[in-house]
C-alpha cells in the first residue's frame, strides 16, 4: 500500500482525514497510534518528533507529511479522486482554506481545552481558560450561523476541505458546549454533515473508543449506534 494513515479513531483532527480519504475512496493503510502505550509511543516519536497525529506517509514519493490542511492539499495534488476538495476557482479555494482553518483554531482548539480541562486532576483546572473557551465558542457558533444561512456547505454547492474540518469540530463541541437551540443554520449544517458516508463511516470506526471520551455520558443518542440505552 502506497499511503498509510497513522492515526486514532477518537481523535477529532484524525477525523477530517479520515474523511477526505473517505470522499474520494482514497486507499490507504490504516496504523492507529495509540501515545498511551509507551511502547507505541515511542516509536511514534521516532517516527514523527513532534508527536501529533494524524501523520500520512506516502512510499510511492519517500514523504512523512504532516498537519491535516497540508495533508488533504497533498492528496489533492498527488492522489486526486473524483470529488475535490479543493475548488479550482481561485477564490473559492480561499474560501476553503479560510474556514479549514476557522474550524481548526476557533472550533477545535477551545473545544480541546474544555474536554482537556475535563481530565486534570483537581488542584490543576483552568476555570479562566474554559471560560474563554466558552465565548469563543460563542463567536464561532455566531459566524457559523450566519455563514450557513444561504449555503449548503461552507463555501457554497460543493463539499470542501472545509466541511472536512467542520464535521469532526461540530460534532464534539455539540457534546461539551452545545450549540443546536441557538443557532438553527448551524444545526442544519450540521445534521446535513452527519448524514454524509464518510461522517458516518468515521462515527463508526470511533464508536469503540467512546468510552475514553470524558464527555461520553452527554452523547447524543443517534451517534451511539446500538450501544445507545
Not at 492522489?79 to 473559492?92: I, N, S, T, V
Not at 481558560?129 to 460543493?158: K, N, P, S
Request: charged share 25%.
Amino acid at each position: 500500500m502506497t499511503l498509510t494513515l497513522y492515526h486514532h479513531p477518537l481523535a477529532s483532527f484524525c477525523h477530517k482525514v479520515l474523511l477526505a480519504l473517505y470522499e474520494n475512496d482514497t486507499p490507504f493503510e490504516s496504523v492507529v497510534v495509540d501515545l498511551g502505550d509507551r511502547q507505541a509511543s515511542a516509536e511514534f516519536f521516532a517516527f514523527w518528533p513532534i508527536g501529533k497525529i494524524p501523520v500520512l506517509r506516502d512510499e510511492r514519493f519517500g514523504r512523512t507529511v504532516p498537519e491535516t490542511s497540508i495533508i488533504i492539499e497533498y492528496l489533492e495534488q498527488h492522489y486526486p479522486g473524483d470529488h475535490p476538495l479543493l475548488p479550482h476557482d481561485e477564490a473559492l479555494r480561499l474560501d476553503a482554506r479560510l474556514w479549514d482553518r476557522f474550524f481548526d483554531c476557533y472550533v477545535q482548539v477551545p473545544m480541546q481545552k474544555i474536554v482537556a480541562d475535563r481530565m486534570r486532576p483537581e488542584g490543576e483546572k483552568d476555570p479562566r481558560g474554559v471560560v474563554e473557551a466558552h465565548a469563543t465558542l460563542q463567536v464561532a457558533y455566531a459566524m457559523l450561523d450566519e455563514r450557513t444561512r444561504d449555503r449548503e456547505w461552507i463555501i457554497g454547492d460543493a463539499f470542501s476541505m472545509a466541511d472536512c474540518a467542520a464535521a469532526p469540530a461540530l460534532f464534539y463541541v455539540g457534546i461539551v458546549s452545545p450549540f443546536a437551540s441557538d443557532y438553527p443554520n448551524a444545526a442544519a449544517y450540521f445534521d446535513r454533515l452527519a448524514e454524509r458516508p464518510s461522517f458516518k463511516r468515521t462515527i463508526a470506526e470511533a464508536r469503540p473508543y467512546f468510552h475514553l471520551f470524558p464527555f461520553v455520558d452527554d452523547m447524543p443518542k443517534r451517534f451511539l449506534g446500538d450501544k445507545a440505552p
